[in-house]
């Protein structure tokens, strides 16, 4: 079936959503119309049905038993750390590290790479559309070492202006860490040349790639990123499992974050030395069933055209953005050029939270708030939006149901 | 049309909120704290003038906020105004239950006629915060926000 799909040019969106159980539940006795996978997607049955029977037929603890299944669940592991090296395109299936998830992966670089290589006064650069989650742990930097944070401002659009981050690094800064594409804004930024550009003054470059990994298609090697983070969960893959590429020469020179288990070469009363990558960064029993739901998630993700997925996406964010025209108090915020599918937007008279409640007795699930990006909301002077974020199985019922839920609340509330 | 819907934003609530009462800062206020909610970024500013017998002799409010989360905090400050600190804590044990569509057959008569329009909530388990977070506040100005502290709250 998905072979069949792989030869076929274009992209079944009906079919897609066929493969997620889920979407065919009623809400509130509507059609779900779930617009909200830039929080969490859904997952297809491929994946429920892997992790089931690798449970059932496969399973025991990774790297530690003689035994046969031990042995088993082992190279699953192994064969799933193998899948996501493809999917980023990187060179060695050392350069993952499997981790809880995209914040636990930018934790690991804050943690392991740069807490022992700063200096008071040391800087960081990052943009004023990040989520939380690279935010946050280079702060813990700026509170415990002194180091300061240099925030790139984003133009009105959305869109990231090169020469200004470009501009923000000096011959202090340490690490620049942005999004491959904004949570809120869907802007998508050059990564290749931000990369490049941080290179040419020696600076190492993270990527939040929660969102890109979904919405762009990534090629480590091509960006040549130092480290790009991803998460399973919006990669219709479960929760709890993430990963963090990294090159391998940055693998090898870091300490490890979290000690315990599987993570040691040798422990002694006296003193302890520690495995080589990846194996040093992934102390304790990891996330191993739903390391085979990832990999089986990748695989179904894969295995479609994933350029007739994008432009299936990107047919969706138009249409929506068309229907929105005539909803003239409908305010779109982050309309940069490229950006993927994802559309916040404010509403005049309303708030996010009151919308969001009348579209979801409509079966529209949408996010409101502040999409732990407080510091963007900061520059665009509101408190909360609203958020569309499209996945491959959502139609343009989907967005007719969102649309026609806007206007209900309009009569509702204003 | 959905019945709940219309319940929750019934035209009382929405006037509250485009309209709320009581609202701006209480320049002679003796206790004041500030609530949010962090989920949602809903804001917002209790103040109190509480006389010697702790009754609440002016109460204001101002904030930002969800039509509900508004509404809650004109209508709370329409009630408390005039009653005791402890009569107060009564009011919101009763409004918390009523909120959460259980009983609260405690809450006097007047009471219950003045916050009922607020009982939709318990269809919107979700929503319940918003309504809840002016009382919330209300009830950290009085137990620690005396103006001769600084409060930390939020």
Redesign the interface.
């Known amino acids: 079936m998905t072979a069949a799909r792989k030869l076929a040019p274009s992209f079944d969106a009906e079919a897609a959503r066929r493969d997620f159980a889920i979407l065919a539940r009623p809400v509130?006795g509507k059609r779900l119309a779930y617009l909200d996978s830039g929080a969490s997607a859904q997952k297809p049955e491929a994946v429920l049905d892997a992790m089931r029977v690798f449970a059932e037929t496969e399973y025991a603890n990774v790297h530690r038993g003689v035994h046969y299944l031990s042995g088993a669940a082992t190279d699953a592991y192994e064969a799933a750390r193998r899948t996501v090296q493809a999917f980023l395109g990187a060179a060695h299936e050392d350069e993952i590290v499997f981790t809880k998830g995209g914040t636990e992966a930018i934790n690991l670089v804050a943690y392991s790479y740069l807490m022992p290589n700063i200096q008071p006064g040391d800087e960081i650069v990052l943009s004023v559309m990040e989520h939380h989650a690279n935010i946050v742990p280079w702060h813990f930097l700026r509170e415990r070492q002194g180091a300061v944070l240099r925030w790139v401002d984003i133009r009105d659009d959305g869109s990231l202006d090169v020469e200004a981050l470009d501009a923000a690094i000096t011959p202090k800064t340490k690490l620049v860490a942005i999004t491959h594409m904004s949570n809120v804004l869907g802007t998508v930024t050059p990564l290749a040349e931000i990369v490049a550009r941080a290179h040419a003054k020696g600076v190492p470059v993270l990527a939040d790639g929660a969102q890109g990994a979904v919405h762009e298609i990534v090629d480590v090697r091509a960006l040549d990123v130092d480290f790009y983070a991803i998460t399973g969960h919006k990669l219709y893959g479960p929760t709890g499992i993430g990963a963090l590429y990294a090159k391998r020469a940055h693998l090898k020179a870091m300490r490890p974050f979290n000690g315990g288990g599987e993570m040691i070469r040798e422990v002694t009363r006296a003193r302890i030395t520690y495995a080589d990558p990846p194996a040093r960064f992934e102390a304790g029993t990891p996330p191993i069933i739903e390391s085979v739901g990832l990999a089986a998630a990748l695989d179904y993700f894969s295995a479609f055209d994933r350029a007739a997925v994008k432009a299936h996406e990107h047919d969706l964010l138009a249409y929506a953005r068309e229907g929105l025209r005539e909803l003239n108090w409908v305010r779109v915020i982050g309309d940069a050029p490229g950006k993927g599918a994802i559309l916040s937007f404010e509403v005049a008279g309303m708030?996010?939270?009151?919308l969001a409640?009348?579209l979801d007795?409509e079966g529209v699930a949408v996010r409101?708030?502040?999409h732990c990006a407080?510091i963007l909301?900061e520059r665009f002077g509101v408190?909360?939006t609203t958020r569309a974020s499209f996945a491959l199985y959502n139609t343009r019922a989907d967005v007719d149901a969102l649309l026609a839920g806007l206007r209900k609340a309009r009569q509702?509330?204003v | 049309m959905d019945n709940a819907l219309r319940e929750l934003y019934q035209e009382v609530i929405l006037d509250h909120s485009r309209h709320p009462r009581h609202y701006g800062p209480l320049e002679k206020a003796t206790h004041k704290a500030e609530g949010y909610n962090p989920l949602c970024g809903d804001r917002v500013t209790v103040y109190l003038a509480l006389d010697d017998a702790g009754r609440v002799a002016d109460i204001r409010f101002e904030g930002k906020g969800c039509a509900i989360s508004q509404a809650s905090a004109s209508l709370m400050t329409d009630l408390l105004k005039g009653k005791t600190a402890a009569e107060a804590g009564k009011l919101m044990d009763g409004f918390l239950r009523l909120v959460r569509g259980e009983a609260a057959a405690d809450l006097p008569e007047e009471a219950r006629e003045h916050l009922e329009v607020m009982g939709g909530l318990s269809e919107f388990p979700m929503r319940v915060k918003c309504a809840t977070l002016a009382w919330h506040t209300f009830k950290n100005a009085v137990e620690e926000g005396r103006q001769t502290v600084e409060e930390g709250a939020s």
């Open positions: 509130h708030h996010a939270h009151d409640t009348i007795r409101a708030g502040h407080q909301m408190s909360s509702i509330l």
